[in-house]
């Protein structure tokens, strides 16, 4: 069997996604990896066959998305790019919400699987944010059109969306707590971020950022590159955890029973839905950074309560349904 696997490039989540299946998806056949979006982090020996800008998230330093920046990263080169997939040569597609490869089975009448977090929203059981979005909802339901869904999620809220893809290395990890916080919050910039751990000197952090090159210390923080190995194992070691409204990284968390902040990106419907599934389960989250952020992070870490994530499905069990429900 030849697979096509595409990944969208925004964030980190997606990669890292895919890393973890390729060993399981490559015993059903060859599997070959496109990725669309222009700000990821991770670097990644998967075999990677081609590339395109697509259609990527950018923030502002203070959180919030930069709407002017994302609109003038859009180029019509996506659909010739699109075009240019050769799509038909494999015998299944598998898109994780690739807006690029989505349009080229479009094209091409070929039937695909949206795997993933986003396809989960095709369910209405999903939990969303308090607020709606109209835009955010269409964007997660009609971005990526699929022939199949297959979603993935903090629990099976419906059929079809299984628990979280967690890494191998957190399943087989004996969690131990040397007393730091682990920070990943990739839409606040270090110079705003930086004052509000600053003001908590009892505190040892270590911040995950893309502004960061090599590792520095600066009186209560450690800043470090982003890198997929080294954030598991700041968790590993972690008393808790501090970072957005995404999904793979409080499901990593909560599966070590480590103390989870979410900060969900502003106005960010997907994020803010994920933060509504989050308080659902007991997790605490806040909207933003602010003035009332030593306050809320004092109660938090002094009194707050770890939420232990049990998986009841395998990341095996999840490939072999991937693969034998859907072609």
Not at 16 to 38: E, H, M
Request: proline share 4%; with cysteine.
């Amino acid at each position: 069997m030849k697979i096509l696997y595409a990944v969208q490039g925004t964030g980190n989540g997606h990669i890292s996604r895919a890393i973890q299946l390729y060993p399981f998806l490559k015993t059903y056949g060859n599997v070959d990896f496109y990725v669309s979006g222009s700000n990821l982090d991770l670097k990644t020996d998967l075999p990677i066959i081609g590339r395109s800008k697509g259609i990527s998230l950018f923030y502002k330093a203070s959180g919030g998305l930069d709407y002017l920046k994302i609109i003038k990263s859009f180029s019509f080169s996506i659909f010739v790019d699109a075009y240019k997939l050769p799509v038909n040569k494999y015998d299944l597609v598998i898109n994780d919400f690739d807006f690029v490869t989505s349009l080229a089975c479009l094209f091409r009448n070929k039937k695909s699987v949206q795997f993933g977090h986003q396809a989960s929203f095709q369910s209405a059981k999903t939990p969303r944010a308090k607020k709606g979005n109209m835009i955010g909802e269409f964007i997660l339901k009609h971005f990526v059109k699929s022939s199949h869904y297959l979603g993935l999620h903090f629990k099976s809220y419906d059929k079809g969306v299984f628990n979280p893809i967690i890494k191998q290395e957190i399943i087989d990890a004996v969690p131990i707590d040397d007393g730091h916080i682990s920070v990943y919050l990739p839409h606040y910039a270090i110079a705003y971020l930086e004052p509000y751990l600053l003001a908590h000197p009892k505190h040892h952090f270590e911040v995950f950022s893309a502004e960061v090159k090599l590792i520095r210390n600066f009186k209560n923080i450690v800043y470090f590159p982003i890198s997929n190995s080294g954030f598991t194992k700041s968790m590993i070691r972690s008393h808790a955890v501090v970072t957005g409204g995404g999904f793979e990284t409080p499901a990593e968390a909560m599966c070590m029973n480590k103390k989870v902040l979410s900060i969900p990106i502003s106005n960010h419907y997907e994020q803010l839905s994920n933060a509504a599934a989050l308080e659902q389960l007991g997790v605490k989250v806040i909207p933003k950074i602010d003035q009332n952020f030593k306050r809320v992070f004092t109660d938090w870490i002094e009194h707050g309560l770890p939420i232990k994530l049990e998986l009841q499905h395998s990341t095996k069990d999840i490939v072999d349904y991937l693969i034998t429900q859907t072609t």
